[in-house]
Nanobody, 117 residues
Framework: QVQPVESGGGLVQPGGSLRLSCAAS????????MGWYRQAPGKQRELVAG???????NYANSVKGRFTISRDNAKNTVYLQMNSLKPDDTAVYYC???????????WGQGAQVTVSS
């Protein structure tokens, strides 16, 4: 199974932006629909956004209009551009297969995103 590597997290003030990246070896990203998930302290992991292999996207209502998922199949990389960040967006962000995670991809370490003034 493939383990992705998430990067780009950090501390940002409310209203700020971050761009997360998720990369993995091999071609599994280019052959599958991929998604970004997040888990806040004390809460269950939830889907944030998904992108099909052809580029069609889907977003959780809480991030619509603020987050953008994209992919570069040649680089086996998936991105999450996050704008207008809110404190409620604070969580560890993971990438995995979509809409069902764990299809040939294990959970990585994730990227910590903290939104605070």
């Amino acid at each position: 199974q493939v383990q992705p590597v998430e990067s780009g997290g950090g501390l940002v003030q409310p209203g700020g932006s971050l761009r997360l990246s998720c990369a993995a070896s091999g071609s599994i990203f280019s052959r599958n629909a991929m998604g970004w998930y997040r888990q806040a302290p004390g809460k269950q992991r939830e889907l944030v956004a998904g992108i099909l292999s052809g580029g069609r996207t889907n977003y959780a209502n809480s991030v619509k209009g603020r987050f953008t998922i994209s992919r570069d199949n040649a680089k086996n990389t998936v991105y999450l551009q996050m704008n207008s960040l809110k404190p409620d967006d604070t969580a560890v962000y993971y990438c995995n297969t979509y809409p069902v995670p764990g299809v040939g991809v294990v959970w990585g370490q994730g990227a910590q995103v903290t939104v605070s003034s």
